[in-house]
């Protein structure tokens, strides 16, 4: 194999950013993307009215062709609201941990899963950060536990690993330095050149959100350095409030982080 898509999307519970249903156009926007992997934040199983019960998904994995992996953050009767991972490789472990949040906050989760991919067992770990602007430091508190998971499962099978997510941060935040220090953004090392025009339009470069004129880069696919990015796709889709993102990785070997 030795090269993958991977995709992050969060698609507010199949919605778009007006909350009219949209699971038919997010479905159409991710299909089109043809991921090897995805994962999915803001997702509802089974959770309630608001998305007809559906097990969302479960629906885009079959569409993908994929199988699906699912973290409750808000749990109900066989399902919930939380995070998912849909992948076209076998699916070897899985597990789902919860993150420290406040009182006031909404849960938040990692969904990390250990894939049996044609160049080997490879780490994907999918998450949704705090939301709160002000509280880098809870985003901070949440990244030291997934630094935990990730060295946990790295140590128990060593193999690359990806980590996808609504970090709700933009890159320059501090909160986001350990992740940066360790792990390659697939987003910044494909796009090194001058973005000046792309600021002059209010458009932050590589931004997903919001999805009808996204002017922050909070979404991102992190790799570690066996995994090179080679390009990105950010479809011009209004189908959820975040634009997905897809980034293709082509399995170099390296141990060396990419400069930030």
Do not use: C
């Amino acid at each position: 194999m030795s090269s993958l898509r991977v995709a992050t999307y969060n698609i507010h519970h199949g919605t778009d950013i007006r909350k009219r249903p949209s699971l038919d156009r997010i479905t159409t926007a991710l299909t089109a993307l043809k991921p090897d992997i995805t994962g999915l934040q803001e997702a509802d199983a089974h959770y309630g009215e608001r998305s007809n019960w559906a097990d969302q998904p479960a629906e885009l994995a079959e569409a993908l062709g994929a199988t699906p992996l699912f973290g409750p953050t808000i749990p109900r009767e066989n399902g919930g609201y939380g995070i998912a991972v849909l992948t076209r490789f076998p699916v070897l472990t899985h597990r789902f941990i919860t993150l420290p949040t406040r009182d006031t906050e909404e849960d938040r989760g990692a969904l990390h899963a250990l894939l049996d991919t044609p160049d080997g067992p490879l780490h994907i770990v999918n998450t949704h950060l705090n939301h709160l602007p002000w509280d880098g430091a809870g985003r901070a508190r949440q990244l030291a536990v997934i630094g935990e998971l990730i060295t946990t499962v790295r140590t128990e099978t060593p193999a690359p690993l990806i980590l996808t997510g609504d970090f709700n941060a933009p890159p320059g935040r501090s909160e986001l330095i350990p992740v940066r220090d360790v792990l390659n953004d697939g987003w910044a090392t494909v796009h090194t050149g001058p973005r000046w025009l792309t600021w002059l339009l209010a458009r932050a470069p590589g931004g997903t959100f919001p999805s009808m004129w996204p002017v922050r880069r909070i979404d991102y696919v992190f790799a570690t350095p066996e995994y090179a990015a080679v390009s990105t796709t950010i479809p011009r889709t209004s189908a959820s409030d975040h634009r997905p993102l897809a980034v293709d990785l082509r399995l170099t070997g390296s141990t060396e982080p990419h400069p930030r």
